[in-house]
Structures are given as C-alpha cells and as structure tokens.
C-alpha cells in the first residue's frame, strides 16, 4: 500500500499563499486519484480537492475553486495544493489521501500539515 507524507504547512496571513506537498511511496497504480482534505477539531473530515493521477483532471471543493489549484510531480511522486488569497476559515489540519479509482473511498491518510491564517 502506499504511504502518504504532508509537508508545508504553515502561518500566514489572510489574503497570502502557501503549497502544500504530500510525497507519496509504495505501490501506485495509474488508475488512482490523490485528494487533499482538511478536519478542525470538532468537526468532520472535508474534502477540497481531488486530482486523477494518469489523467489530471481535477475537481474542488466551492469553498477553493478559484483559489486553489492541485496538481502533481511525477519524477518525486508528489501532490500538490496551491494555496491562494486564503482565508482565515481555511485554518485547518490538512491531510491528503488516495483512492482506487471507482473502487474505495479516500484512505491511506497521512499525518496532516497544520495551517493557519491569521486576520
């Protein structure tokens, strides 16, 4: 199974930007998506926006389309979240997962990066 690793999280202010990473490792298949979500404490686990490995068509959540792009690297096997104008509701633990295409839900969830925005 694959093993997922977010990174670049961080502080920033409302109107900034930051980029997410979440390496990937283990077995991959081409008929697979890549999702990032994000979860504040209390409350349920969200999805913000997935991307199609093989074929990168992407899809978003209305609360980030127009602000944040997701797209992937396939020399490091990695996926990104663009992060733009945000918000200071977009605080949140961000993690990212992986699905089987037409088979299973998002799983195989990695630690999460911490972002937050301040006023």
């Known amino acids: 199974q694959v093993q997922l690793v977010e990174s670049g999280g961080g502080l920033v202010q409302a109107g900034g930007s930051l980029r997410l990473s979440c390496a990937a490792s283990?077995?991959?298949?081409?008929?697979?998506?890549m999702g990032w979500f994000r979860q504040v404490p209390g409350k349920e686990r969200e999805f913000v926006a997935g991307?199609?490995?093989?074929?990168?068509?992407?899809s978003y959540a209305d609360s980030a389309k127009g602000r944040f792009i997701i797209s992937r690297d396939n020399v490091e096997n990695t996926v990104y979240l663009q992060m733009n104008s945000l918000k200071p509701e977009d605080t949140a633990a961000y993690y990212c997962?992986?699905?089987?295409?037409?088979?299973?839900?998002?799983?195989?969830w990695g630690q999460g990066t911490q972002v937050t925005v301040s006023s």
């Open positions: 991307i199609i490995w093989s074929t990168r068509s992407t």
């Open positions: 997962g992986v699905k089987v295409l037409y088979y299973s839900a998002y799983g195989s």
């Open positions: 283990g077995r991959t298949f081409s008929a697979y998506a």
